[in-house]
Every structure is written in structure tokens, then in C-alpha cells.
């Protein structure tokens, strides 16, 4: 069965950085769009990120732009997130999911596998 399972969240303060790393199993990795999406305390969900199968093309949500990369291992099935100048606002719950089909998408409907999340708290 198709599993997600993300790692790396811990808590960090202001303007450090942290590596989240999503593991995927049951499916063939290489040929899906991957994004990441997170969820802060009281907030709907929001994605920050998409790659596409080869891991040469990404989008990135205007928030998370020119901090946080995305990036695949597909020989590994691993898909990351280097977040840099981390700030407070970006605490949250981030996930990985899998897209529906080929192609970029910020909607979140167009997803359907997501992990159970891995918690990241920027504070001081």
C-alpha cells in the first residue's frame, strides 16, 4: 500500500534551518509529482511546494519562496525540503502528498496520499 512517511521537523529558532525528508513506499515513486503542505495551529492547510518527477522543475508558494528547496531521490524514494531563514511563521505541521496526476497544483484536492506529518516549530 501507498505510504508517506516525513522525518526531520524538530524546533529551531528564528533564522536557522531544518531538512524535512518524506519516504515513500508502495508505488512507483519516480512517477509521481510530489509537493509539500503544511498546517499551523488554528490555520487551514496551505501548500508551500511541488516537484515534478525528474526533480528539474519546482514551484514554491510566494511565502516559502527563495528560503525553503525542494528536491527527489529517486533512486532512494525520498523526496526533501531544506528550509532556510526560518521564521515563527512558518510553525506548522508539514506534510508530503502525492498528485493525482502529472502536472503542478496548488489545490489540495488534487492529492491523494498524504503522510501523517512531521511537526516544525521556529521559535526563540
Known amino acids: 500500500q501507498v505510504q508517506l512517511v516525513e522525518s526531520g521537523g524538530g524546533l529551531v529558532q528564528p533564522g536557522g534551518s531544518l531538512r524535512l525528508s518524506c519516504a515513500a513506499s508502495?508505488?512507483?515513486?519516480?512517477?509521481?509529482?510530489m509537493s509539500w503542505v503544511r498546517q499551523a495551529p488554528g490555520k487551514g492547510p496551505e501548500w508551500v511546494s511541488a516537484i515534478n518527477t525528474g526533480g528539474g522543475s519546482t514551484r514554491y508558494a510566494d511565502s516559502v519562496k527563495g528560503r525553503f528547496t525542494i528536491s527527489r531521490d529517486n533512486a532512494k524514494n525520498i523526496m526533501y525540503l531544506q528550509m532556510n531563514s526560518l521564521k515563527p511563521e512558518d510553525t506548522a505541521l508539514y506534510y508530503c502528498?502525492?498528485?493525482?496526476?502529472?502536472?503542478?497544483?496548488?489545490?489540495?484536492?488534487?492529492?491523494?496520499?498524504w503522510g501523517q506529518g512531521t511537526q516544525v516549530t521556529v521559535s526563540s
Open positions: 502528498a502525492r498528485a493525482r496526476e502529472k502536472g503542478f497544483s496548488n489545490a489540495l484536492i488534487d492529492y491523494d496520499y
Open positions: 508502495g508505488f512507483t515513486f519516480s512517477s509521481y509529482f
